[in-house]
């Protein structure tokens, strides 16, 4: 019954927002609630309520109104529509006082925005974006460790992507520093973002397994730690299955270089993610991507029809539209290549460019009139798989 409570609280308050830093902190922090319990429906629905009512231009109403707009912009960005997304988050950066808690949020909501931008492949803009909130942090006094470990993560993890090994290590380890200063100061999200950023940055490398598996155990020991808590289980739930599917991710890498008892190290990691029972639309992301690498394993050993029969099942599971079919599909098409079904794959390609096509019309058969949202090539998507048996 907690949340009619605060609707009625909220509503109560709507009225005296004006100068009232008390009342707009308890927005904030309910706001905050609903962010963190994933519930997009009140998130967008709450924010945008708050912008109807006069606030007034002070530098602490413009402050106040771009920690509404930037949890508005965090609904929106469920959407999946980048460009919406990216409008949102830009209107927050715009309303955003030149202050030093104003010039924080801006740094934070350039981070947080690129990570659509990289889901939906484009990371040339997302770098951009990082290098930007990093040149602000240079006119801020009282940066918090954990935006440091986000800018710092964010350009290690990009510079890696470019092929910038020396400047991702660089960053890297600016960040292990931050993170072995001021970890008994960070929160459980900080932490936790550390851990799976740690792991993203370490799944496709050669780096020593033991390594991994240290830091998925601290991690493991921490989201234990904080069950009995406050925090919601599916929040901290949602932070562990990231780094269990990382881990599948590494796995899978080894078992890709010859090393074929990684195969079930890796279906471990990613069965626990498959087997966790609650649900809600983050949850479901990162069991689609598990699903999706246990197929990758299917296929590498060779059993193409279970392999098959368990994509089926996937794209059954994913949304059309959803940011994960287009690599859903892509498995699909070299798995009915390796069986010689080349006709189901070619209706397979059909389909899978439908989901790139976001023109007003109708996409004709001879694709005359395909519309892509973004200029980036998926092709290595439907690059052959190295057979080990």
């Not at 008994?184 to 370490?202: I, R």
Request: glycine share 2%.
């Amino acid at each position: 019954m907690r949340i009619p409570f605060i609707i009625f609280f909220i509503c109560s308050v709507f009225q005296q927002l004006s100068g009232q830093t008390v009342k707009r902190d308890s927005i904030i922090n309910v706001l905050e609630e609903y962010a963190t319990n994933y519930d997009v429906e009140n998130l967008m629905r709450v924010s945008t309520d708050v912008e109807k009512y006069d606030i007034g231009n002070s530098p602490a109403d413009s402050l106040f109104k771009a920690n509404v707009l930037f949890y508005k912009a965090e609904a929106i960005s469920y959407s999946g529509n980048l460009l919406k997304t990216r409008k949102a988050y830009e209107d927050v950066i715009q309303m955003c006082p030149n202050s030093e808690a104003g010039t924080i949020l801006k740094i934070l909501t350039i981070i947080e925005s690129t990570v659509i931008e990289s889901l939906k492949g484009l990371d040339i803009i997302a770098y951009k974006k990082t290098k930007k909130a990093n040149s602000l942090i240079e006119h801020v006094q009282n940066i918090s460790p954990a935006i440091l470990l986000s800018t710092y993560n964010n350009l290690a993890l990009l510079s890696k992507n470019f092929g910038e090994n020396a400047i991702a290590s660089s960053y890297l380890k600016k960040s292990q520093t931050i993170f072995n200063t001021n970890e008994h100061q960070l929160s459980f999200l900080a932490k936790t973002n550390y851990y799976n950023d740690f792991f993203n940055f370490y799944k496709d490398t050669d780096v020593d397994e033991d390594i991994m598996i240290a830091y998925f155990n601290k991690h493991k020991q921490l989201y234990i730690k904080n069950l009995d808590n406050s925090k919601p289980e599916i929040f901290m739930a949602s932070k562990y299955l990231s780094s269990q599917t990382k881990m599948g991710e590494f796995y899978l890498h080894r078992l890709k270089k010859g090393k074929k008892d990684s195969a079930k190290k890796a279906l471990n990691y990613l069965n626990n993610v498959l087997a966790y029972e609650k649900q809600n639309n983050v949850i479901d992301y990162y069991k689609k991507i598990a699903w999706y690498l246990k197929n990758e394993i299917l296929l590498i050993q060779n059993k193409l029809e279970e392999a098959l029969n368990s994509n089926t099942k996937l794209i059954t599971f994913s949304k059309e539209k959803g940011s994960r079919m287009r690599y859903n599909r892509a498995q699909r098409i070299r798995l009915l290549l390796r069986l010689h079904r080349v006709e189901e794959a070619r209706k397979e390609i059909s389909k899978m460019v439908m989901t790139f096509h976001t023109g007003s019309e109708n996409l004709k058969k001879d694709f005359s009139n395909f519309t892509p949202f973004q200029p980036v090539s998926y092709t290595h998507l439907t690059l052959p798989t190295k057979r080990i048996v």
